[in-house]
């Protein structure tokens, strides 16, 4: 079946551009992740929903992130007035609550470059 | 602390050698511990996992160790094959689900 897929896979923004990440989870996943990985280091959490619901931001970095999953399928990370720091690869997961935590699903990622 | 240190950062093993990477974690709350594999370009994609009720698992060459008492656990590759050759990331999870990585390890499986 189709994995997690994630659009676009690179994006490259001026500083101070304001960018929106998509991510398309596994049909039925009820549970949601992004997190951030930077160049040579390990993902980093960023926010959880379950359904439509944001159940943690703690690791938004800062208010000029926000993440949103409407209608409990789609979500989007949005990044305004991007800075140079917001370079990373930005990985979505998801995954099935019944089947314990901790087993999600990655998709391949964007890569964001801020110039 | 909901830190996860692992290591070493990098390993090259010769093919049909034992790769070996170990992990400390400090949040007693994680109950499950899974390794992920990352090729470049790509997303990680879970490998193996286990909860701290069970002391070792077994998937095919790959072997996790798990010692709560120490609050460190391992990933053993037997037979290591070049195809192995990639990053590999233990992370620690509670109950909400939200993973904490280490920082990875980079195999080097040489022919």
């Known amino acids: 079946g189709a994995g997690v897929s994630q659009s676009p896979r690179y994006k490259v923004a001026k500083r101070g551009q304001d960018v929106a990440l998509r991510c398309d989870p596994i049909?039925?996943?009820?549970?949601l992740f992004w997190y951030q990985q930077a160049l040579g280091q390990g993902p980093e959490f960023l926010t959880y929903?379950?359904?439509?619901?944001?159940?943690?931001k703690s690791g938004l970095p800062s208010d000029r992130f926000f993440a949103e999953r409407p209608e409990g399928s789609v979500s989007t990370l949005k990044i305004q007035r991007t800075q140079q720091e917001d370079s990373a690869v930005y990985l979505c997961?998801?995954?099935?609550?019944?089947?314990?935590?901790?087993?999600?699903?990655f998709g391949p990622g964007t890569r964001l470059l801020v110039l | 602390q909901q830190q996860v240190k692992q290591s070493p950062q990098s390993l090259i093993v010769q093919k049909g050698g034992i790769s070996i990477i170990n992990c400390a974690y400090e949040n007693t709350a994680f109950d499950y511990f899974p390794w992920y594999q990352q090729f470049p370009g790509k997303g990680p994609a879970l490998l193996i996992a286990i909860r701290p009720d069970v002391s070792e698992k077994k998937e095919g060459r790959f072997t996790i160790s798990f010692n709560k008492s120490a609050k460190q656990f391992s990933l053993h590759i037997m037979d290591s094959q070049p195809g192995d050759s990639a990053t590999y990331f233990c992370a620690g999870g509670g109950s909400q689900g939200n993973l904490i990585f280490g920082k990875g390890t980079k195999l080097s499986v040489k022919p």
């Open positions: 049909s039925g996943h009820v549970s």
């Open positions: 997961a998801s995954s099935l609550p019944s089947r314990g935590p901790g087993t999600q699903y």
């Open positions: 929903f379950q359904n439509e619901a944001q159940l943690d």
